[in-house]
């Protein structure tokens, strides 16, 4: 069973796809985060935990306000993206910095040219 901080993980990789074409630093400038850094965290696996920065409630409760979703919509899982991004999610947990970028990366909807700052 998948727990709340893999379901979030998943669903911002589906609205990130779907409403910003897989263009993470797009949605980093529509959360209003001043580095698109932080979408990076929140997607891909900590060199140290091996594991995505959780996106705690009260994140979660912005997000869904500013891409226009009801509340607690980010908590339950919703599209086939973000089941088959689970798979990237899951892939990367438990591993070496290495092998969780490569894993996390290998089909990842959020390319890396997307999250340099521009």
Known sequence: MKGIEEIRCENLKAIIGERFNGIAAHAAQSLGFKKPGLIY?????DRKTGKPKP??????RKIETVM????????TPHYRAAAQGSARCRATRGRGAAAGAAAAHADHPV???ALAPQ
């Open 68 to 75: 226009g979703k009801p509340l607690n919509w980010l908590d």
């Open 55 to 60: 996106i705690g409630p009260k994140l979660a």
């Open 111 to 113: 390319p890396h040219a």
């Open 41 to 45: 965290r929140l997607l891909n696996p």
